[in-house]
């Protein structure tokens, strides 16, 4: 069965540091999206792509966030400077036109 | 505004009994509803999806959910838990016709499952 998968599990970096989050979504879905969960806290939307453009983002998904699909397959989020406060799992998630989303392992970024 | 309130933050359940996670929304659109299930330092598997037709949907492990407009509610059901079910459960809610877009989810129910 097809599934979403997400590189590295785990990312430590230092404050002020550059990540990029790797994604493969599944291979014939349209929609692909980042979301966020702070430990103990909800999942939060981040950023939605489609049509090789961001079509919907959040009031978190501020200037130092960027998303890209540089091939056929993965898409990445950066972070361009981290903060402490960026430290939470990041899913990421791809769906067809009418079907629910399917949701990667996550990558668990640690900013110390 | 668009929300997702899933009431109970923590529920215990014996092993064999019957279990209902509550899940209420509220949401401008019509929309599509679902249920997913963490485990710990796992991601997020779907457990079932309402969009249209019956309201009473089936899912997998055994999961059902029942779909109730005039109550905005999409309560999560299983006749019998197992000491496997025990996880974190999130609801959310979408928007019909808006393919592509995001969910929003609720705070979500942890589970535990007592011998």
């Known amino acids: 069965e097809p599934e979403v998968t997400q590189t590295p599990s785990h990312q430590v970096t230092q404050m002020g540091q550059e990540v990029i989050l790797r994604c493969v979504p599944i291979s014939n879905h349209l929609y692909f999206y980042w979301y966020r969960q702070i430990l103990g806290q909800k999942v939060e939307f981040l950023v939605s792509?489609?049509?090789?453009?961001?079509?919907?983002k959040s009031e978190i998904f501020d200037d130092q966030f960027s998303v890209e699909r540089p091939d056929g397959s993965n898409f990445t989020l950066k972070i361009r400077s981290t903060k402490l406060e960026d430290s939470a799992m990041y899913f990421c998630?791809?769906?067809?036109?009418?079907?629910?989303?399917?949701f990667g392992p996550g990558t668990r970024l640690t900013v110390l | 505004a668009q929300s997702v309130t899933q009431p109970d933050i923590h529920i215990t359940v014996s092993e064999g009994a019957s279990l209902e996670l509550r899940c209420n929304y509220s949401?401008?659109?019509?929309?599509?509803l679902f249920w997913y299930v963490q485990s710990p330092g796992q991601g997020l598997q779907l457990l079932l999806k309402y969009f249209s037709g019956d309201t009473l949907v089936q899912g997998i492990k055994g999961f059902e959910a029942e779909f109730k407009r005039s109550q905005s509610s999409f309560n999560l059901r299983k006749p019998s838990v197992h000491w496997s079910d025990a996880a974190e459960y999130f609801c959310?809610?979408?928007?019909?016709?808006?393919?592509?877009?995001?969910?929003?989810f609720g705070k979500g129910t942890t589970l535990s499952v007592s011998s």
């Open positions: 792509f489609y049509n090789n453009e961001i079509s919907e």
């Open positions: 949401y401008g659109a019509t929309p599509y």
């Open positions: 998630a791809s769906k067809r036109e009418t079907s629910a989303s399917f």
């Open positions: 959310a809610v979408g928007a019909q016709n808006q393919a592509g877009t995001a969910l929003i």
